[in-house]
């Protein structure tokens, strides 16, 4: 069966509350699609609002990041009981944003993927190379230790589920997007690593996206590729262009 694409928007920090509603409402009539997943990671503020924004709409609601525990003593952050009870359905967890400046390791990542599929979440798990990492030729051999880690304990079940994002660091934010044949390597490479830990059914199953600098422009080309499932959108996921993305076609 072929798998559904999925197209997430990840706002980062961007957008005050009235600034999402407001976001959420020119997007809305753009983004309605039968065939692709669409979902809207915004910042945790905003939770509420989108979702309510977003009710009886095609878009789902998603988190940015969560912590690994119920709740505590863990000042600032949020838990996963909390995004699900507010109606969140998909986390992002070990963007190379909160990896390199919140200093989150691989182990750790492990923990959030785990807790996620405990309350009923879905991961979207990143992984991605750096530039002097690409040049090294060791981008293949990074990206599946950090997948080895990050699906510890993580049964083919719940790893069916999953989104993977493949996010090379000097393609985000940076206009310069990895050419579809890049991105299709690892994809492929990243189904593989899947296909190794678990069995063809789960790699067959597992949505794998490509980010960095993904806009309207390229996306039907990155998406035509057999292993790439969909996109994990930053900047053109704040303009009208997502809806060309999510209408790739
Ligand atoms: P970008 O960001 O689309 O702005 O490159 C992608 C991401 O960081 O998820």
Redesign the pocket.
Known sequence: MARRKIVAG?WKMNKTPKEAIDLVNELKPLVVSDDVDVVFCVPAINILTVGEAIKGTNINLGAQNMYHEESGAYTGEISPNMLQEAGVKYVIIG?SERREYFKEDDEMLNKKVLKAFEHGLTPILCCGESLTQRKQGIYIDWIRMQIKIAFQGVTADQAKTAVIAY?PIW???TGETATSDQAEEVCAAVRQCIREIYDDATAEAIRIQY????NGKNANELFSKPNIDGG?????SLKADFGNIVNYK
Do not use: F, Q, R
């Open positions: 990840n963007h996010e393609a985000i934010g980010g960095g600098s993904v994990l959108i930053g900047g053109a």
